[in-house]
C-alpha cells in the first residue's frame, strides 16, 4: 500500500480529490432532492447548493492541507537528512543548499536506476550499498556522479529517497481520508431542512477573503525578506558607508565599497531621460486619440500604440544595443567619420541609448493612462467652454487639460515607478559602470542592474557583497512604493473633485 501511495503523483492526486467533489456534487444534488420528496421546492435551498456544500467540504479542506504538506515536507525531511552529513563537510552559508543538491540529484538518479530496472528497489534503500556499485548502476541511468561525492553523501541520498516516499505515501493517504470524510460529513448533512445555500455563500466569501489575503501577505513576506537580509548586511557593512558613500566597488575577497548613491544616481538619471521621451509624446497622444481622432482612427491607433506596452524588455535591450546605440554613435562619435564630425560618444552603450528605448517603452503607459483621464473629464466642462466662444484648441490647452493633470501627474508617476524597476534595458544599453556623471553619452548603471550582478553565479550568503543585493532591492522596493502611493493618492483625489 505504501508503495502504491508513494507512486502517485501531486497532480494525480489533486485529480482524484477533484473527481471524488463531482462525484459528491452530483451524489448530493439527488440525495437533496430525494429528501424533498421529488419536489425541488420542498427545499430550503436550490439543489446546486446541496451539491456545491459536498464538492466543497471535500476539495478544500484535503487540498488545503496537501498544500501544507508540500509546502513543509521539504524542510522537514532536509533537517533529518542533514544530520547524515559530517560537520566538516557542511560549511557555513550556501553549502549547505550545494549539498543538499547533490543529495536531491542522486535520489533522483536512485528513482530512475530503480524504474529503469538498473537496481532493485531494497539494494537503493540499502545503507549498506557499495560506492561503486552505486556509482556503475546510477551511470547506468545517465546519472554520472563527480569524484568528489562521498560514501555520506550517497547514504544520505538513499534516506532522503526513502523518506519523500514514505512522506509522499502518507500525504496521499491523509489527503484521500480527509476527502472520503468530507464526503461522509456532506451526506450527513444533506437534508430538506439544511440550509446550504448560507453554507455556501459563506465558503465562498472565504475563499474571497483568502485571495485578497495572499495577496497583501505575499506583498508582506517580501518586505521581510528583504528586511531581514538587509539587517543581516548592516551588520557586516556600515550604514554610513552604503547611504553616505561616493563609490561603488564590490570585491568578494573583502574591502568593498558599496554606496548606492552612484546606483541611485544612475537609475535617476536614465529613468528622467526616459520620461523626457515618454511625457511628451505620449501625452500628445492621448490628446490627440481622446480629442481629435475620430471612432475609425481611434479604434486602429489605440490598440497599435499599446502593442509597444507588451513588448519583451530583452526585445527593447536588444534594439538599444543592436539598433539605437549604433545610430547614436553615428550621430554623436566617430569624430570627423560621424554626422557631426564630434566625437562625445565612444560606444554603443550609454545613459542617452538606455533613455531613449526605455521612453518608447513607457508611452503606453502614459497615453493610454492619460487618455482615459481625459476622457473622464465631464462633457459639461467641453460644452461650457464651447458656449464661451473657446476653440477647440483652446478648450484643450485652458479647460481639459487643468481639469486632468492631476490624474496626468499620477499616470506619469507610475510611469517613472515602472522605468526606476527596469533592468534589461539598462542592461544591454547602459553598460555596467557605477559613477557620478552628468554626461549622457557615457555609460552607467542602476540599482537593478547590479541586483542581478551580485546574485549571479555561485553565491554565498554569508559575505556582505551578496546581502548588499538585498539593501539595494529594500532601497528600490521603498523608492517606487512612494512613486506609487503618491500617484494613487493624486489620482485619488482627481475622481473626487470631478466625478
Not at 283 to 305: D, Q, T
Request: proline residues 4%.
Amino acid at each position: 500500500m505504501t508503495q502504491l501511495f508513494s507512486s502517485i503523483s501531486a497532480s494525480v492526486l489533486v485529480l482524484i480529490v477533484l473527481g471524488l467533489g463531482i462525484v459528491g456534487y452530483v451524489t448530493m444534488r439527488s440525495r437533496a432532492i430525494a429528501s424533498g420528496g421529488g419536489d425541488a421546492r420542498n427545499l430550503h435551498s436550490l439543489p446546486s447548493y446541496y451539491g456545491a456544500n459536498a464538492a466543497m467540504m471535500i476539495a478544500i479542506p484535503s487540498l488545503l492541507v496537501m498544500v501544507l504538506w508540500m509546502l513543509l515536507q521539504p524542510m522537514v525531511i532536509q533537517n533529518t537528512v542533514i544530520k547524515l552529513i559530517p560537520d566538516q563537510m557542511v560549511s557555513e552559508g550556501s553549502s549547505v543548499g550545494l549539498v543538499m543538491s547533490d543529495v536531491r540529484r542522486i535520489a533522483d538518479g536512485l528513482d530512475a536506476a530503480v524504474a529503469q530496472g538498473a537496481m532493485s528497489g531494497q539494494e537503493a534503500a540499502g545503507l549498506d550499498a557499495v560506492e561503486t556499485d552505486v556509482r556503475s548502476r546510477l551511470a547506468e541511468v545517465g546519472v554520472a556522479l563527480g569524484s568528489d561525492v562521498q560514501a555520506p553523501i550517497l547514504a544520505a541520498a538513499q534516506k532522503y529517497r526513502l523518506l519523500s516516499q514514505s512522506w509522499r505515501a502518507a500525504m496521499v493517504a491523509v489527503v484521500l481520508v480527509m476527502a472520503l470524510a468530507g464526503l461522509g460529513f456532506a451526506y450527513r448533512q444533506t437534508d430538506k431542512d439544511f440550509r446550504a445555500r448560507n453554507v455556501v455563500e459563506a465558503g465562498v466569501k472565504g475563499l474571497l477573503i483568502i485571495a485578497a489575503s495572499l495577496a497583501i501577505l505575499t506583498t508582506v513576506g517580501i518586505v521581510f525578506s528583504m528586511l531581514f537580509e538587509s539587517i543581516n548586511f548592516f551588520r557586516m557593512h556600515p550604514w554610513q558607508d552604503f547611504f553616505l558613500g561616493g563609490s561603488w566597488a564590490p570585491n568578494f575577497r573583502g574591502n568593498s565599497d558599496l554606496s548606492i548613491l552612484p546606483l541611485l544616481w544612475g537609475t535617476l538619471y536614465i529613468s528622467f531621460i526616459a520620461l523626457l521621451v515618454a511625457v511628451p509624446i505620449g501625452l500628445f497622444a492621448a490628446i490627440y486619440l481622446s480629442e481629435y481622432a475620430g471612432p475609425k482612427v481611434r479604434s486602429a491607433a489605440k490598440p497599435l500604440l499599446e502593442i509597444l506596452a507588451g513588448i519583451p524588455t530583452i526585445v527593447y535591450g536588444l534594439f538599444a544595443l543592436l539598433t539605437v546605440g549604433p545610430f547614436l554613435v553615428n550621430i554623436f562619435g566617430r569624430g570627423d567619420n560621424g554626422v557631426l564630425g564630434v566625437d562625445w560618444m565612444s560606444g554603443a552603450t550609454s545613459v542617452l541609448t538606455a533613455g531613449l528605448v526605455m521612453g518608447i517603452m513607457l508611452i503606453p503607459f502614459v497615453s493610454s493612462l492619460s487618455d482615459d483621464i481625459i476622457n473622464a473629464v465631464p462633457q459639461s466642462l467641453r460644452d461650457g467652454s464651447y458656449g464661451l466662444g473657446a476653440t477647440h484648441s483652446e478648450t484643450v490647452r485652458q479647460v481639459i487639460l487643468p481639469a486632468a493633470l492631476p490624474g496626468i501627474v499620477g499616470a506619469i508617476l507610475l510611469a517613472a515607478s515602472r522605468a526606476i524597476g527596469e533592468t534589461m534595458i539598462v542592461v544591454l544599453g547602459a553598460g555596467a559602470i557605477a559613477r557620478f556623471s552628468g554626461n549622457p553619452f557615457e555609460g552607467m548603471t542602476t540599482i537593478t542592474t547590479r541586483i542581478v550582478s551580485q546574485l549571479t553565479g555561485d553565491t554565498d550568503f554569508a559575505s556582505a557583497e551578496t546581502l548588499v543585493a538585498f539593501a539595494l532591492g529594500l532601497t528600490l522596493f521603498v523608492l517606487t512604493l512612494a512613486l506609487n502611493v503618491l500617484a494613487l493618492y493624486i489620482v485619488r483625489k482627481y475622481r473626487e473633485q470631478y466625478e
